[in-house]
């Protein structure tokens, strides 16, 4: 497995992290043997970056995982605190779940623009205080906005940052202010300040389509991407994520048994129930259900063809596909 130097910060990664988000309660909720098989064979496979959040709540299964491993792990959490309290409760949580003394990069999450920046000052500076106090290896932020990347490079209140973690994939899935090409150009002028630069939602949550080589060529062929996180639910498609990564041909019988697992359209917890998706739909499979603040998109998946209309179109990403 390719490793590569994280920007600035000297932390050594494989160019693969895996995500950790779809073992969750929030999303998938993976049973624990299954999620810790997925990691474990990754570890045994090189890679060495692992991805976190409080929200993710995998604490555990990180943990679970990682008893037996005796190489270094480099481990990248993350909080949405906007105070002081907050992100310093959500650091010692983090701390404390993976027992661990130090956590290799940590990240302000969710930054939008330069506004939302100054408004969480306090916030950093509890990341801040804590790498000073060693308890931080790298510190920076993630954003789904072009503002937010612009942001990064202008904000005063975050000078010192060294990591940037941002939805990156062929069809703009997960960027929800901004242009693909305003992003790259972004990101480019990111790098050239030595700022290390993590892609997410690679395979766009499920909705690009064609060969999963395609989706990951596009992102490992851009100079200013250091590492990608995937989100792998099942070991085959680790397998095929490594072959491609190892710049090898992906077996045919591993292409089968992927292209033959039963897939669907997921309505995550963060739905807002703003009816976009509705609106697009071309076969009418999804609707708006529930009362109050419990509404949220409904999906008929008798109806569904998984046509991919849906997803780009949603305001906070909340539609996958697995």
Same mark, same amino acid.
């Given at each position: 497995? &390719?490793?590569?130097?994280?920007?600035?910060?000297?932390?050594?990664?494989?160019?693969?992290?895996?995500?950790? !988000?779809?073992?969750?309660? %929030?999303?998938?909720?993976?049973?624990?043997?299954?999620?810790?098989?997925?990691?474990?064979?990754?570890?045994?496979?090189?890679?060495?970056?692992?991805?976190?959040?409080?929200?993710? %709540?995998?604490?555990?299964?990180? %943990?679970?995982?990682?008893?037996?491993?005796?190489?270094?792990?480099?481990?990248? !959490?993350?909080?949405?605190?906007?105070?002081?309290?907050?992100?310093? &409760?959500?650091?010692?949580?983090?701390?404390?779940?993976?027992?661990?003394?130090?956590?290799?990069?940590?990240?302000?999450?969710?930054?939008?623009?330069?506004?939302?920046?100054?408004?969480? /000052?306090?916030?950093?500076?509890?990341?801040?205080?804590?790498?000073?106090?060693?308890? @931080?290896?790298?510190?920076?932020?993630?954003?789904?906005?072009?503002?937010?990347?612009?942001?990064? =490079?202008?904000?005063?209140?975050?000078?010192?940052?060294?990591?940037?973690?941002?939805?990156?994939?062929?069809?703009?899935?997960?960027?929800?202010?901004?242009?693909?090409?305003?992003?790259?150009?972004?990101? /480019?002028?990111?790098?050239?300040?030595? +700022?290390?630069?993590?892609?997410?939602?690679?395979?766009?949550?499920?909705? +690009?389509?064609?060969?999963?080589?395609?989706? @990951?060529?596009?992102?490992?062929?851009?100079?200013?991407?250091?590492?990608?996180?995937?989100?792998?639910?099942?070991?085959?498609?680790?397998?095929?994520?490594?072959?491609?990564?190892?710049?090898? !041909?992906?077996?045919?019988?591993?292409?089968?048994?992927?292209?033959?697992?039963?897939?669907?359209?997921?309505?995550?917890?963060?739905?807002?129930?703003?009816?976009?998706?509705?609106?697009?739909?071309?076969?009418? /499979?999804? !609707?708006?259900?529930?009362?109050?603040?419990?509404?949220?998109?409904?999906?008929?998946?008798?109806?569904?063809?998984?046509?991919?209309?849906?997803?780009?179109?949603?305001?906070?990403?909340? =539609?996958?596909?697995?």
């Amino acid at each position: 497995m &390719k490793t590569v130097k994280l920007g600035k910060t000297g932390i050594v990664v494989s160019e693969l992290c895996i995500g950790t !988000s779809l073992f969750g309660r %929030q999303r998938l909720h993976l049973p624990e043997d299954r999620a810790s098989a997925i990691i474990g064979s990754a570890l045994d496979a090189g890679v060495n970056f692992i991805d976190t959040a409080k929200h993710h %709540q995998t604490y555990t299964v990180i %943990q679970h995982a990682l008893k037996k491993v005796q190489k270094d792990i480099v481990i990248m !959490s993350r909080s949405s605190g906007e105070d002081y309290e907050q992100m310093e &409760k959500d650091l010692y949580d983090g701390l404390r779940a993976l027992k661990r003394d130090a956590v290799d990069i940590f990240l302000m999450h969710g930054v939008t623009n330069e506004d939302d920046i100054a408004s969480r /000052a306090w916030a950093w500076r509890a990341i801040r205080d804590f790498k000073e106090a060693g308890a @931080i290896k790298a510190a920076g932020v993630s954003t789904w906005t072009v503002p937010g990347l612009e942001a990064t =490079l202008m904000s005063t209140d975050i000078a010192d940052i060294e990591v940037v973690f941002v939805p990156f994939n062929r069809i703009g899935f997960g960027l929800h202010e901004g242009s693909l090409d305003e992003a790259s150009d972004a990101l /480019a002028k990111l790098d050239d300040n030595g +700022i290390g630069i993590i892609a997410t939602s690679v395979l766009g949550a499920g909705f +690009i389509t064609g060969p999963m080589e395609e989706a @990951i060529d596009f992102v490992r062929n851009k100079p200013y991407i250091d590492a990608m996180r995937l989100n792998l639910r099942s070991l085959e498609h680790l397998q095929a994520a490594l072959h491609i990564l190892n710049d090898e !041909s992906i077996p045919d019988e591993l292409r089968q048994a992927i292209d033959a697992e039963a897939r669907r359209l997921w309505v995550f917890a963060w739905c807002t129930a703003c009816g976009e998706c509705v609106g697009v739909c071309p076969e009418k /499979a999804l !609707s708006i259900g529930g009362w109050w603040s419990g509404k949220t998109a409904k999906v008929d998946d008798a109806k569904c063809t998984l046509c991919g209309e849906c997803g780009p179109i949603c305001p906070v990403s909340c =539609l996958h596909v697995f």
